[in-house]
């Protein structure tokens, strides 16, 4: 037997998982997700991943009976089951099945999924080394604020990376660095300001980068909220990119530039021993 997935009010095998035709997640991509880190089989930063999933939610306007308890409550089963001790369990509700229309009834049922995958997420070789990034336009639709299903712009801008021989891409819009493919990006100035991107409908917030803003404000560090770009951030005296996945993973190469001298800097080591040791992992 393979792992144990919910799907729509129920824990069973994921072979005998099944998901609607006329779902409209998968006709229109009309879902919304959240990915929580797992580690030592504990969530990280899990309320935040929640409340982000209400605010996406919200945005489209699709209900949701479950309360945040009952949501964590699932959240928890699945690693309970699994047996979960490092990786990610995800959530993802779509506004719920009819026939194919654009326009939807306000009466819909939505449909809520979960799942695990186990995979080391503390201790990589990219925590440890850094990572090279690549460039590219980015493709998506304006209201990245909401996290959204529909990702085929951010598989196509990685796929393309890892063809030219990148480790992740960080995306460029009107000239500025928008955010990671799957990550909020940062970089450092001599002056070792963190500059990353303002909340707006142009970014995701990202609930690692939030819980990391409170641990440098708690240690006296600035982050500058602006954009910058992509010739800064080269010149930047280091750079990383968060996600719930990654954790904190420096960047020593973006594009054909190295950063700084190609390895990780100081204040990103420092930024990366902050988190983990406010979320309990040991370093």
């Not at 201790?123 to 990572?131: L, V």
């Amino acid at each position: 037997m393979g792992r144990i997935v919910y799907v729509h009010g129920q824990f069973i095998p994921e072979e005998e998982a099944r998901i609607g035709l006329f779902d409209r997640g998968f006709l229109f991509g009309d879902a919304v997700y959240e990915v929580t880190a797992v580690i030592g089989g504990r969530m990280i930063d899990n309320d935040l991943h929640l409340g982000r999933l209400c605010r996406s939610l919200k945005e489209l306007a699709i209900p949701l009976a479950l309360s945040l308890e009952q949501i964590a409550g699932i959240q928890a089963e699945l690693i309970a089951r699994n047996d979960l001790r490092d990786g990610t369990v995800y959530l993802q509700v779509s506004r719920g099945e009819a026939d194919r229309d654009f326009l939807y009834s306000e009466a819909l049922a939505p449909k809520l999924v979960g799942f695990t995958q186990a995979k080391m997420l503390s201790g990589t070789r990219a925590q440890r080394d850094g990572i090279a990034v690549d460039l590219a336009d980015d493709p998506r639709w304006k209201r990245r604020d909401i996290k959204t299903a529909m990702l085929l712009g951010q598989v196509m801008a990685k796929q393309a990376a890892r063809a030219r021989g990148f480790d992740d891409v960080w995306l460029v819009e009107n000239g500025l660095v928008t955010e990671g493919a799957s990550s909020t990006a940062h970089v450092i100035t001599a002056e070792g300001h963190i500059l990353t991107r303002a909340a707006s409908h142009v970014t995701l917030p990202g609930c690692t980068q939030r819980a990391l803003a409170k641990l440098c404000a708690a240690e006296g560090l600035q982050i500058v909220e602006r954009a910058f770009a992509p010739g800064e951030a080269q010149a930047a005296a280091e750079a990383f990119q968060t996600s719930a996945s990654s954790l904190v993973t420096p960047v020593v190469r973006i594009g054909v530039r190295l950063v700084g001298n190609g390895r990780p800097g100081p204040m990103t080591r420092k930024l990366q021993a902050l988190y983990l040791e406010a979320a309990g992992i040991a370093h």
